[in-house]
């Protein structure tokens, strides 16, 4: 999970089991990893706070409950703009292909009626 060096990347914890019984489920936390690695959350519910630790490694130790809470990153906006860019490309040559397919598969029909009436005509 090394970020240090990496530009801001935000995070959200969620909690499948609420172990202390004092934060709930759901999203509990919302985070921000800084260029030097050290990350800051705020808890949502009752009660509020604020933490500073000096990695994510740390706060998943705290707080993970050994697989209770979840690490959830948060999409950059380019990155997601580049996955649905690459989706849009893949289905746009699957289309083509199939497309294509079905021109061949008409052109053989065309032929098939074709040579069908030159045969009853020639009969």
Do not use: C
């Amino acid at each position: 999970m090394e970020t240090k060096g990496t530009k801001l990347r935000t995070f959200k914890l969620r909690r499948n089991t609420d172990v202390s019984g004092v934060s709930g489920t759901g999203i509990v936390v919302e985070g921000v990893v800084f260029h030097d690695g050290q990350v800051a959350i705020s808890w949502f519910g009752q009660y509020h706070s604020l933490e500073v630790h000096p990695s994510i490694e740390q706060v998943m130790k705290l707080h993970g409950h050994e697989g209770k809470t979840v690490l959830e990153w948060d999409e950059d906006e380019n990155a997601s703009a580049t996955r649905r860019l690459r989706l849009i490309k893949k289905y746009l040559r699957r289309a083509s292909s199939t497309i294509a397919r079905h021109e061949a598969d008409r052109k053989r029909l065309r032929e098939l009626a074709y040579e069908n009436r030159r045969e009853n005509l020639n009969g």
